[in-house]
């Protein structure tokens, strides 16, 4: 089987003093959220693992659309604390 993870850059993190190199409209969420769903989709992967997803986004977007493809998903915010044990 496939796995395959991806950052999709958390749209809270997206601004021009950390990217100035980037044009305004290519870090917009509204233009984001089709090419990396349009990647996410081309990839045929069987478990899909998302980074820096915020919840609105996750059950807005991802969750419906990625439904649509075949997948389930499952939100789970960010833990500070380690998450294997010793």
Partial sequence: FKVMNWNILADL???EAQYPYCEKWALS????KHLILKELKSMTADIITLQEVQKDAFEEWFRPELAEAGYEGVFAHKRREPSFHK
Avoid: A, D, E, I
């Fill in 29 to 32: 969420w509204s233009w984001r």
């Fill in 13 to 15: 993190y997206t601004n």
